[in-house]
């Protein structure tokens, strides 16, 4: 009797030892994981800070160089985004981009595909899907939110995401009208 109750009593220990250090171990991978995802943040902010800095100025002075300065202002622009909750702001023209980006790869996947002498009919729908997804997104949120609240930096940048859309559309088309050319001149021929 007195080993049964022994090895209850170690398997309860093991058992909340492994709940223990299974919960320690989830939560050092969502920590590692938020460390990881905000040191690239920073680093990619950092590097398009110094781009900016290029573009601004013919010369840009040497503290703008500094890479302790523009890591500095990401962590600040983080730290505003974050603190007044202005990422639920930005969030639908965040997706707004990488439905963008989807359809771009989708349409190159597309023109890729056709050059190759692959089928390709559904890449272009589901291309054609992630465009009238992006339009559709870009022409609602500006309308329904921005406007209403005044966010006039959003609406600007919206706007911009819509021309480029309409940008992909159209060079998407001539990509295409050329390849159809050239197809059928080589047939003829």
């Keep these: 009797m007195n080993v049964l109750i022994l090895l209850s009593g170690a398997i309860v220990c093991l058992s ?16 590692g994981s938020a460390i990881t995802m905000l040191g690239s943040a920073v680093r990619l902010n950092r590097y398009l800070f110094v781009e900016l800095w290029l573009t601004l ?3 840009p002075p040497a503290i703008f160089r ?9 962590v600040l622009f983080m730290l505003l985004l974050a603190w ?15 439905q963008l980006l989807a359809a771009l790869t989708l349409i190159s996947v597309t023109v890729w595909l056709h050059r190759a002498g692959k089928r ?12 009238a997804t992006t ?9 329904a939110r921005y406007l209403p609240s005044w ?4 609406v600007t940048t919206d706007l ?21 050319v050239k197809q059928e001149a080589s047939l003829l021929s």
């Design 16 to 31: 909340l030892a492994y709940r223990f250090h299974g919960r320690l171990a989830g939560r050092s991978m969502v920590e």
């Design 57 to 59: 100025f013919l010369r």
């Design 66 to 74: 500094k890479f302790w300065l523009n890591s500095g202002l990401a």
């Design 84 to 98: 007044n909750q202005g990422y639920k702001l930005i969030w639908p023209v965040f997706g707004a981009t990488n």
């Design 120 to 131: 390709s009919r559904f890449t272009p729908i589901l291309a054609l899907a992630m465009l």
């Design 135 to 143: 339009i559709a997104a870009l022409t609602y949120y500006p309308i």
């Design 151 to 154: 966010s006039f930096l959003i």
């Design 160 to 180: 911009m995401l819509l021309a480029l859309t309409v940008g992909v559309m159209f060079l998407s088309a001539k990509a295409f009208v050329r390849l159809r």
